[in-house]
């Protein structure tokens, strides 16, 4: 057990709609990372959060947003959703923010389908 | 930009052979170096990083700065070794983590 829990474990939804990934870090750790797993794009960096703050942005497409609650669990919001969202949503958590040279710990995901 | 390759997507081996599985990346400075793995169904997992400098599983990879290669190694896989195998790059910089395409692993009995 990594101690980053991801909520919920399955969802299931059709195009158009919106959805909120939830992730609760480890404790202690003030970084929270968002990726998206599918099976033609590998494991792909969408956003980095540190102590409630957006700390690093990578490919994450304008109809998803994320943010870092005070009590430091954070949340992924999709909208607009498309077919080609269809993918594993992991959740990492680390101790730092600055330097990165923290290893991460992964939640067990979140598996989004489109129908 | 930093960048991590890892050119086999699939590697296949019989149990009891050695693996080494290749990891090369580009970064101008002094990157730290993870080997991440993830089991079928589960969640990645930590599995090395360079600069602890140990052994897990009977795993260990090499930072070869020259070469700028981190490839992970084992003198006898076993069927459990099969799984998702994730080059990473973390930069001093402050830059966020840089993933490699993965490895899948196969062991065969």
């Known amino acids: 057990d990594s101690g980053v829990t991801q909520t919920p474990k399955h969802l299931i939804t059709a195009t158009g709609q919106r959805v909120t990934l939830r992730c609760s870090p480890r404790s202690g750790d003030l970084s929270v990372y968002w990726y998206q797993q599918s099976l033609d794009q590998g494991l792909q960096f969408l956003i980095q959060?540190?102590?409630?703050?957006?700390?690093a942005k990578g490919n994450i497409l304008e109809r998803f947003s994320a943010q870092q609650f005070p009590d430091l669990h954070s949340e992924l919001n999709l909208s607009s959703l498309e077919l080609g969202d269809s993918a594993l949503y992991f959740c990492?958590?680390?101790?730092?923010?600055?330097?990165?040279?923290?290893?991460?710990?992964f939640g067990d995901g979140t598996r989004l389908s489109i129908l | 930009a930093q960048r991590v390759t890892q050119p086999e997507k699939l590697l296949s081996v019989f149990k009891g052979a050695p693996v080494e599985l290749k990891c090369n990346y580009s970064y101008s400075g002094s990157p730290e170096l993870f080997w991440y793995v993830q089991y079928s169904r589960q969640r990645l997992q930590l599995l090395l990083r360079?600069?602890s400098r140990e052994s897990i599983k009977g795993f260990t990879a090499d930072l070869n700065k020259g070469e700028t290669s981190f490839h992970l190694k084992k003198p006898f896989a076993q069927e459990e070794d099969s799984a998702m195998y994730y080059c990473?790059?973390?930069?001093?910089?402050?830059?966020?983590?840089?993933f490699g395409p993965g490895t899948r692993l196969s062991v065969l009995p």
């Open positions: 990492a958590s680390s101790v730092g923010g600055t330097g990165s040279d923290q290893p991460q710990h």
């Open positions: 360079h600069i």
């Open positions: 959060y540190y102590n409630g703050e957006e700390r």
């Open positions: 990473a790059l973390s930069p001093f910089s402050g830059q966020n983590f840089v």
